[in-house]
């Protein structure tokens, strides 16, 4: 090779090298004006509300209007982006720096020097509307430093800018509070100047950067997934640490089978409001076929109500198996165990481990938090007595197909309910059936079935997206029968 083209060849590489290194993070705002839709989308998600530097007096700003009920088994809970007021000890939010979370399951708050602030009262659940320790102060303290900002913020970096010599208990620095477009698609200045240099679309962060636990750089999976022990600070607790669902998900089949978040996830989108997060193609029956069990369709339970339980906590336990966030491992073992006879107590440390298969790392969750949050009465060694080819056998062990016996009319499910609901009816002979709605006042609102029906078990859909909130009544009316129920609908 002639000196004169490794020359430029050498020139190239740097020039190339150093128009990289030279991008800079330009800030979600400036994505705005081309990918508006997509930024409406990234507005309402959690992502940018990790973060919020209080300014002027004002506490934290969230998407007006969101509100989501959620009703899992005998639990209904109440969700709505929002802190009511400063932590117990801070008279406005003038005294409060910045503001963590807040979206979805809880708020944590930095004073105006940048120091996490701990102790009694000082953590807000969405869920439960209370206020909570965040970590044991240790004696003389009420803060520690903030180390957190790697997965909460953009640009983020161990070493610290002018801008960040006002907040000494702040460790590091970034660009951009909260997880905004270039967290993910990286620093985007050349594309800003030049679209069709585009930024990667996969690949600059993986979720898993930060939707999973003490990945350090080496990024080594070590198939653990963290289990909270049976009591922290003297209260009883259990459930899966939040942000595992990496963890949980390398140790699937899921994993093995190449899928990866996206499958299942908009990355634009929020889960928690139901706004579209999780696609609905592919959804979990278009790749498994025939799975709804006899004796317990999809009206009583749901593939993720047993298949990803709300296992994980962040925020407050909501009953004994129920907390706020999804467990990501999709297989149910079966055995007749419960969580804490599953776990790993050789580990050191207190960190417990799940089931782990040494070779692939393949896990699953138990029958009490699979099954049990509905059943309430009932425990593993019942769950268990059907649980095994569950989709095959169903759960009606004497009669599987037998003809009905009596005429029945269920109660709706879910209810309360916002907008659509299930209403389960049972005729023991063919029948001339209506089946209608009602305002509390007795006006007429739909006719959901008006016609002649054999024997047998039937559900319809109740849409009610053009009324308002409050106590609607539904009629079932045969020759030999007549029932009437209640059914609640939250906006
Ligand atoms: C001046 C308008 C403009 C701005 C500002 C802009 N983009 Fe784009 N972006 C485009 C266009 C046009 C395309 C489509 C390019 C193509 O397909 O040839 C695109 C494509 C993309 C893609 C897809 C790349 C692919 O492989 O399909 C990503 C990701 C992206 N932009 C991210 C961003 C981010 C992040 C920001 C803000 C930092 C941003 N864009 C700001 C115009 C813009
Ligand atoms: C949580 C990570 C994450 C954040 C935050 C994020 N994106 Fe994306 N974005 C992705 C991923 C992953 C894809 C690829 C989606 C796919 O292939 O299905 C993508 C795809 C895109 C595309 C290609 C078109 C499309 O819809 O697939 C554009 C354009 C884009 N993002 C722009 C943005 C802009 C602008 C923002 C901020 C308002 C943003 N993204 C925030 C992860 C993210
Ligand atoms: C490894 C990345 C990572 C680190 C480090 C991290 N977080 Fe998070 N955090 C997340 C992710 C991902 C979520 C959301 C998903 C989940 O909770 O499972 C989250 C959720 C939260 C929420 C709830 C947000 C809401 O809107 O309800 C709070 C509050 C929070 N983290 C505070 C902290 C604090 C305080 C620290 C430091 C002591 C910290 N986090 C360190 C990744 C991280
Ligand atoms: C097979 C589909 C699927 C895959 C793959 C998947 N998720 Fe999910 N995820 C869901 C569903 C469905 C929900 C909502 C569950 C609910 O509403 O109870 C959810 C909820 C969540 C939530 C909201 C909090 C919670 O835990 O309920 C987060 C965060 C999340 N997923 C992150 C991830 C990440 C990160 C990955 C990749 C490591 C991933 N998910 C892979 C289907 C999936
Ligand atoms: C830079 C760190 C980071 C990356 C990368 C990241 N997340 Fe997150 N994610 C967070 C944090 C922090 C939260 C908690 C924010 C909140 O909701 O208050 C969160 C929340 C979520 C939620 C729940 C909130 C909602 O609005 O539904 C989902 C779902 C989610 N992430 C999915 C993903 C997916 C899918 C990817 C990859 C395409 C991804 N995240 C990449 C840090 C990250
Ligand atoms: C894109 C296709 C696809 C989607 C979507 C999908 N799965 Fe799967 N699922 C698979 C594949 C492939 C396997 C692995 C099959 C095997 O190895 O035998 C699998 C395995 C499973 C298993 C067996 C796990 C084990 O370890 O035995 C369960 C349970 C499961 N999926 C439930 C779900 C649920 C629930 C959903 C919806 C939230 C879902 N899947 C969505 C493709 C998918
Ligand atoms: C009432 C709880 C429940 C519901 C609802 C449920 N499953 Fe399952 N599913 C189970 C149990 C328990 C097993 C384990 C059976 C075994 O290992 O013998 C299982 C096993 C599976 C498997 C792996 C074994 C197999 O038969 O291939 C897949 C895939 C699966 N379910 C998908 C789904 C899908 C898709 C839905 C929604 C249509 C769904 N499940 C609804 C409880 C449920
Ligand atoms: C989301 C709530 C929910 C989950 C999760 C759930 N079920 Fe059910 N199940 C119901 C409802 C509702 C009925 C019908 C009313 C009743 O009798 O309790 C029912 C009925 C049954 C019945 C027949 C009636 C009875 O009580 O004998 C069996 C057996 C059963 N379920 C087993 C299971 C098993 C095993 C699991 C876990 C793999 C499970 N269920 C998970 C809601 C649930």
Redesign the pocket.
């Known amino acids: 090779m002639k000196l004169i083209q490794l020359f430029l060849i050498t020139i190239i590489f740097l020039a190339f090298n150093w128009s990289s290194l030279a991008q800079t993070y330009v800030g979600s705002q400036a994505c705005q004006t081309c990918h508006s839709g997509i930024h409406n989308d990234w507005n309402t998600s959690g992502h940018p509300y990790k973060i919020q530097k209080l300014e002027n007096g004002q506490g934290p700003q969230y998407p007006a209007g969101l509100t989501s009920t959620k009703v899992i088994g005998p639990v209904t809970y109440t969700i709505q982006p929002g802190v009511p007021q400063p932590p117990k000890g801070f008279a406005s939010w003038q005294e409060i720096g910045f503001v963590m979370g807040g979206y979805h399951s809880n708020a944590r708050f930095l004073n105006t020097q940048g120091y996490i602030i701990i102790g009694d009262s000082t953590q807000y659940n969405i869920p439960t509307n209370k206020w909570v320790r965040y970590i044991q102060s240790p004696p003389g303290t009420q803060q520690y430093a903030y180390s957190c900002y790697k997965c909460h913020t953009t640009g983020a970096s161990p070493t610290k800018t002018p801008a960040f010599e006002p907040y000494p208990g702040i460790e590091g620095s970034w660009a951009e509070a909260g997880v905004g477009c270039e967290a993910c698609h990286g620093p985007a200045s050349d594309h800003i100047s030049n679209p069709t240099n585009k930024p990667p679309k996969d690949g600059y962060a993986t979720c898993n950067n930060c939707h999973a636990r003490d990945r350090g750089t080496q990024y080594t999976w070590n198939y653990r997934v963290e289990w909270l022990p049976t009591t922290v600070q003297s209260v009883s607790t259990g459930f899966i640490r939040h942000r595992e669902q990496g963890d949980m998900m390398y140790a699937s089949k899921h994993h093995l089978a190449n899928m990866t978040c996206k499958t299942c996830h908009n990355p634009h989108k929020s889960v928690y409001y139901e706004l579209g997060g999780i696609k609905t193609s592919p959804n979990?029956?278009t790749c498994?076929t025939n799975?709804?069990?006899p004796g317990?369709g999809n009206d009583k339970?749901?593939?993720t109500?047993?298949?990803m339980p709300n296992a994980a906590r962040n925020a407050d336990a909501l009953s004994p198996y129920v907390s706020e966030q999804s467990a990501h491992f999709w297989k149910?073992l079966?055995d007749p165990i419960t969580m804490f006879e599953n776990l790993d107590t050789t580990v050191a440390s207190g960190k417990k481990f799940i089931n782990v298969d040494g070779t692939t790392g393949l896990s699953g969750l138990t029958l009490d938090y699979?099954c049990l949050q509905c059943h309430v009465t009932q425990d593993v060694i019942w769950a268990a007595q059907y649980?095994?080819?569950?989709?095959d056998n169903g759960v009606s062990v004497e009669d599987g197909n037998d003809i009905p016996t009596a005429y029945h009319l269920a109660q709706n499910y879910p209810n309360p309910f916002n907008p659509s609901t299930r209403i389960d009816f049972v005729l023991p002979e063919a029948s001339q059936v209506k089946i209608d709605v009602f305002s509390i006042s007795g006006e007429l609102i739909a006719t959901l079935v008006d016609e002649y029906l054999i024997a047998g078990y039937y559900q319809r859909d109740f849409n009610a997206d053009n009324l308002t909130s409050g106590v609607y009544l539904y009629r079932m009316t045969t020759d030999n029968f007549s029932k009437v129920k209640k059914m609640t609908l939250i906006k």
Do not use: S
């Open positions: 979990c029956e498994h799975k709804i069990i317990h339970a749901t593939c109500d047993c298949h149910i079966t699979t649980a095994d080819n569950i989709h």
